[in-house]
């Protein structure tokens, strides 16, 4: 019998086969592009997607690493794809094995395109089939086997005996993070040509596991993909720079020191200086102006009368937290999570979900109240009707998986036909709901998504409407769902209705977590402290996380205009349809934070009307 292929070479294997793998040309000799290279089913790069392709190129010719941090929706992995292409074609012995390290959202899109554009044999290595799957597909898929005829004295007769090789049958292998970690005795051994990490903002804790596993696996060369390469502060770029260049940036203290307190043009100059020779940014309206703009509504929701209450209760029920009785952290983020929870729907508690629902004696109760008992819900119940009746498609983003729990018995109610995606989903089912969303012939209508799981490379560009129900408390990451649907191949203009419940802790912290975005400006834009006001909210987004005084004052805050203020709002709601809702008291105004000169916001008011 041919004995099973083991999936890991020894050190003496891998120090062997590194000997022999050829360096680049030197930067003279390697050709770049004038234009798109061919490549399978007439598939052809942007002009901007040429550029980035060379300039992969050009790092690899130089020996160097590199950061490619276009903006979301520009076509990151179609660039990537085509850079190992042209290794595996056009440079001798180039062959692979690459490995594209990506969440597991991401690897059925990693998949298809390098299947659609390329002659590439591809892997997919991750762990749909748990353990004894993946060692069943090293076995079958991974090496050449040389058979050798058993000569051996009384072998007749018997089948001949397979040895394994070091060639791989493989040019390129996609993994989620989660294999890789499980899975490093292998993975991390072996002699890897290329290594693309998608969404590396992951690699910013330099304490993440990942990252100590990938310093130890042998690579030559390795480019880093990030939409948010910032997402809170400067701090984060170091570990992505140490790894990709380790001697260069090798003091972290020198580089907080200089770059850590961005307050100066001259600072954020010299630090786009530093990034030049490693870093690739694009930002949408400078290179793809066929993809249409995108537009912001920011609604403030009022509570519901039920639901102000809820939101007080929980508030006076904690007040000795907040009154110097246990100053302990976690006390604080009980209180935070529990109004989050309520401005979203009191049904998230528990104990509020079993006392509503014991008062209701039939099914259309209970569905009444899932919808009156929450202001979010009540604007769902107004808006959706109105984007369906204009043939638009819907995604609705969460935090919370539990809210998608009520709004998934919310459209089963209604009778809307939708998808859902959230960190549970995996593997082929997750690639099967995006596909029947994305087809015409399907009809669906809504896609529910959390935002973690939902918000990172896939392409939902069938939706032109996107929902943010709740908003994360790290920009960036809504900036990511948003771009699902707005990036290449969307025709229509993408508008997002963001609910933010006013005069609440959620509203407060979402003005605290937008100043956050401009950091990213700062860095990534040209022009973006020309005026000192720019600058003081670039200053303030620099800052750690809220201190518990902080937070105190921003609960208070939302309490005290709970409880003294807009009391009139509190028992009368609006009778208004959702057209009045949109415009009456709407104002348009740019999003001065992404510096973009297309993409307004548009703010409005609304106030849940249950007559």
């Not at 050190?11 to 086969?17: F, P």
């Not at 997607?49 to 992969?56: H, I, K, V």
């Not at 397979?162 to 490093?184: G, M, P, R, W």
């Not at 939302?558 to 057209?579: C, D, H, P, R, T």
């Amino acid at each position: 019998r041919g004995r099973a292929v083991k999936g890991w070479f020894t050190k003496a294997a891998v120090d062997h086969t590194m000997s022999k793998v050829p360096l680049p040309p030197p930067a003279g000799i390697t050709r770049f592009y004038g234009e798109s290279p061919p490549f399978k089913n007439d598939c052809k790069l942007f002009d901007y997607q040429l550029d980035g392709l060379n300039w992969l190129l050009n790092l690899w010719s130089n020996g160097r690493n590199g950061i490619l941090a276009d903006e979301m929706g520009l076509g990151k992995t179609m660039q990537c794809v085509a850079f190992l292409n042209h290794l595996m074609t056009r440079e001798n012995d180039y062959p692979g094995p690459f490995l594209v390290l990506a969440p597991l959202s991401t690897l059925e899109h990693w998949r298809s395109t390098a299947e659609t554009w390329t002659d590439m044999n591809v892997v997919l290595y991750y762990d749909e089939a748990g353990a004894k799957g993946r060692e069943t597909l090293r076995h079958y898929e991974w090496f050449h086997c040389v058979m050798h005829p058993n000569n051996n004295v009384g072998s007749h007769g018997q089948p001949p005996t397979l040895t394994q090789t070091t060639h791989f049958k493989f040019n390129l292998c996609i993994c989620s993070y989660e294999v890789f970690l499980a899975d490093q005795a292998i993975l991390g051994a072996i002699p890897w040509q290329f290594i693309v990490i998608d969404e590396a903002h992951r690699l910013k804790n330099r304490e993440a596991k990942v990252l100590s596993v990938l310093r130890s696996t042998p690579c030559q060369y390795t480019v880093l993909l990030s939409g948010t390469p910032i997402q809170n502060s400067t701090a984060e770029l170091w570990p992505l720079l140490n790894f990709i260049e380790p001697v260069k940036f090798a003091d972290e203290r020198a580089f907080h020191e200089q770059f850590g307190d961005l307050s100066t043009p001259e600072q954020v100059a010299g630090l786009q200086e530093v990034l030049k020779p490693h870093l690739l940014r694009r930002v949408k309206e400078d290179v793809e102006h066929s993809i249409p703009p995108l537009e912001e509504t920011i609604i403030d929701v009022e509570l519901t009368a039920g639901q102000k209450a809820y939101y007080r209760a929980i508030y006076d029920r904690n007040m000795y937290f907040l009154s110097g009785g246990d100053r302990r952290g976690g006390s604080f983020t009980n209180v935070e999570m529990e109004l989050r929870k309520c401005c979203n729907h009191p049904f998230l508690s528990l104990a509020i979900y079993e006392k509503e629902t014991a008062l209701c004696r039939n099914e259309e109760q209970m569905h009444k109240k899932l919808v009156e008992l929450s202001g979010k819900m009540v604007l769902l119940d107004k808006l959706l009707p109105k984007l369906k009746s204009e043939s638009h498609k819907v995604l609705v983003f969460s935090q919370f998986v539990s809210m998608l729990d009520i709004l998934q018995s919310f459209l089963d109610v209604k009778g809307y036909k939708y998808e859902r995606l959230d960190g549970a989903i995996r593997g082929a089912t997750r690639q099967s709901a995006i596909d029947r969303f994305n087809d015409p012939e399907q009809d669906r209508f809504v896609f529910l998504l959390s935002t973690r799981a939902g918000g990172l490379g896939i392409n939902l560009t069938s939706a032109d409407t996107v929902v943010i129900f709740d908003s994360d408390w790290n920009p960036q990451n809504d900036v990511q769902a948003c771009a699902r649907a707005h990036r290449i191949g969307q025709d229509r203009e993408v508008k997002v209705y963001r609910l933010v419940t006013a005069r609440t802790y959620e509203s407060q912290m979402f003005e605290r977590a937008s100043k956050k975005l401009g950091l990213n400006t700062a860095v990534f834009h040209r022009g973006a402290f020309a005026d000192a006001s720019q600058r003081e909210k670039v200053e303030e987004a620099l800052a750690e996380a809220p201190t518990k005084e902080e937070i105190e004052d921003l609960l208070k805050h939302g309490a005290f205009y709970l409880s003294e203020k807009n009391a009139e709002a509190s028992k009368a709601f609006l009778e208004s349809n959702i057209e009045d809702i949109l415009n009456k008291n709407s104002r348009l105004f740019r999003y001065a934070m992404t510096g973009r000169a297309g993409s307004t916001f548009a703010k409005t008011s609304f106030r849940p009307n249950l007559a």
